[in-house]
């Protein structure tokens, strides 16, 4: 069966190599389909789908408070524009000392959960899980293809957290893959996957799950549904990755705790909804003082809630309304 899966996997390859150059779709893709829905043929028993990983695995639990500072703790002043600092060459920002802030983009990773509300406490965590590298891949590939809406890359995070395999991607949400992810990286979305689960293996597979993560395991096998019809969309998925209503706040991680980042600096994130989140930095003057170059890459950063009910928050590089005439005060040589 090993050798099959090698084997099977070694022909997608084949093909995906074959077909770069190739901007529209065309028969390479329907084999690559047929390769993959080979490949995922096998019936799943119970015990099969309960040891499949989650595609993030960030939870609260990866977040280092050590450091962290209540919102009151710093006394925010002088606060300018992120998005006029620097560009890194690699993505991202250079810093300086000082306070900064902007409104991004950002993007649900977590199905079957809670919008963020007033209240709601996030810090800084990595991502985390199987399919790390290809979230980043699309986070840093989106500033490249402003033309890509929002909402068709939110569907294709979705697709991706939900588990859905390569083979079942149509319409929309294939064409974004593509256009974000390079042929090798698309394989990635075969092995490790679920395909559409039918009632009775879901129900079984929920009962055997925490109360916790079975509203989650459920509507992850609803979008792989609405993936693979190919005809659903950006609302009626929604309804599944958005669970309606508030989960309680958590008292001991209030919002606007500032998070101690690994690099030296700290952060903070105030979610508007899930698609958009304000991160403010500050750069204490002794960390630029060492002469270490600093980068904030949010492609990297996941906005973590304390309640497990919300949801992760997926951070980029790209600002909402930007005001470019502004000149940045600090000098940052």
Known sequence: MKNLKLTTLTFILFLFCNAIGHAQFSGWKQKVLEAGA??????????????????????FEDVDRDGSKFPNDITVKNVQPLYLLPKATTAGYILC???????????CLKAGTYAPSKGDGYMYAPILGPQKDIVIAILKSTEKHPEIQQNDIQVLLWTIIARARFADYSGQVKATAVTLLTPIQLTQLEGGMLGVLPKSLMEKAKSKLPATVQDAFEAENNIRKMVASGNSSFAEMEKYAIIAGMAAARTDVPSGTWTLHPDGYYV?????GYSRTKVQIYVPKELIAKGKTIIYDATD???????????RLAQTNEPINPKYDIVLKTSCQ
Not at 97 to 107: A, C, D, L
């Open 38 to 59: 080979a490949l995922g043929s096998q019936k799943l028993g119970l015990a099969e789908v309960l040891k499949k990983p989650a595609a993030i695995t960030t939870s």
């Open 268 to 272: 903070r994130y105030d979610p508007f």
């Open 301 to 311: 950063d996941i906005a973590c809630p304390a309640n497990t009910g919300s949801q």
């Open 97 to 107: 000392e000082g306070f900064y802030e902007m409104t991004t983009k950002s993007y």
